[in-house]
């Protein structure tokens, strides 16, 4: 799955909320990635939104016509490679973007976001839509 495109949390909302320059990029493609964490962040997000069921079974649609992928031994490497990485470079960046971008960086996923701070991250192939 090399080479594929990723989702980051901020991206699949817009999509989720109709975004026509997120939504015409994502159906042109031929597989969306959604990394486990993104699932899971979406998940609460629906569940904690005030109309929890209709999100609920919108962002599970959504998750089920994606390939999400289970993390591995080798995730778990990835993840203390970034963020030992990231400690040492001084430019933290929130825990679940940390599995983000080690699940993207292990699958030489392309992760698409709208957070900056993934561009700190080495190896990550970033795009911003």
């Not at 995730?75 to 933290?92: D, E, H």
Request: hydrophobic share 45%.
């Amino acid at each position: 799955m090399a080479g594929e495109i990723a989702l980051d949390t901020s991206v699949a909302i817009r999509y989720l909320n109709g975004d026509e320059v997120v939504v015409q990029r994502v159906l042109a493609l031929s597989n969306v990635v959604l990394p486990l964490t993104v699932v899971g962040e979406l998940l609460f997000g629906a569940a904690n939104s005030a109309r929890a069921a209709n999100n609920l079974t919108r962002y599970l649609a959504f998750i089920d016509a994606c390939s999400v992928v289970p993390m591995r031994q080798e995730t778990a490497i990835a993840y203390y490679q970034v963020r030992f990485n990231l400690k040492q470079k001084g430019k933290p960046i929130p825990e679940n973007d940390v599995w983000i971008a080690a699940q993207c960086v292990e699958n030489q996923w392309t992760l698409v976001t709208n957070d900056a701070h993934f561009g700190n991250v080495d190896g990550l192939t970033v795009e911003n839509w």
